[in-house]
């Protein structure tokens, strides 16, 4: 499918563009993946005999690359998703891979940023944001012993509650309403992107 035909067909009905999710550019990109699969799919199917019905048959064998002879049925996943082989068992297309790549270098680069940020702290607004009394729980702490790009497993908000000899429901109360806040603060000034 041309790229200029879907450049086209972008422009005139992205009015007619509905997120289903909160990712409205996950959403944007399935939509557009959907219409080139479908215009894909009809410039290779065969165009049926006239007054004949075209029928595919999920228990027709077919042969992969890698010389292994399967049905359709058997490449499709419970969620409706055309499997690989078993070799390799999600085929995507060259486009879905170079987004998925540029998606999960970006995740990465703002979970390393994020870890450096918590690690270092220039502003310490992570260590003064603290349950009254208990400095020991900032939240630069708190952050490393829970958050999973510190410590895998994580502590427990108990455990750390019975080491600091601090109300348990004070600091669940801290960490979701001060400190996670804060978090997603940090994350946003690092160029996370909450659609």
């Known amino acids: 499918m041309p790229l200029n035909q ?3 067909w972008f422009s005139q009905n992205i ?8 990712s409205v550019g996950d ?3 399935r939509w557009i993946k959907s219409y080139l699969y479908w215009g894909i799919k009809d410039l290779n199917s065969p165009s049926p005999p006239w007054g004949k019905k075209f029928h595919l048959s999920l228990d027709e064998s077919i042969l992969n690359f890698d010389a292994e002879i399967t049905t359709w049925l058997e490449r499709v996943s419970e969620q409706g998703q055309l499997l690989g082989t078993p070799a390799n068992p999600y085929i995507l297309s060259g486009l879905e891979i170079y987004l998925e790549n540029l998606k999960q270098q ?3 680069r703002l979970v390393d940023n994020l870890a450096v940020y918590i690690e270092q ?3 310490k607004q992570l260590q003064n944001c603290y349950p009254r009394k208990h400095p020991e729980c900032n939240c630069q702490v708190l952050s490393q012993r829970l958050l ?7 502590d427990t908000l108990a455990d750390i509650a ?4 601090i109300n348990y429901q004070t600091l669940v109360s801290h960490w979701k309403l001060k400190a996670i806040p804060l978090l997603q603060n ?3 000034q690092l160029g996370y992107q909450s659609n």
């Open 186 to 188: 940090v994350a946003i």
């Open 121 to 123: 702290d220039p502003d």
């Open 148 to 154: 999973f790009i510190f410590k895998n497993p994580p």
């Open 15 to 22: 009015r007619n563009f509905q997120p289903r999710t909160s």
């Open 162 to 165: 019975r080491e600091s000899q």
């Open 6 to 8: 879907t450049l086209e």
């Open 27 to 29: 959403d944007l990109i």
């Open 106 to 108: 970006s995740q990465q």
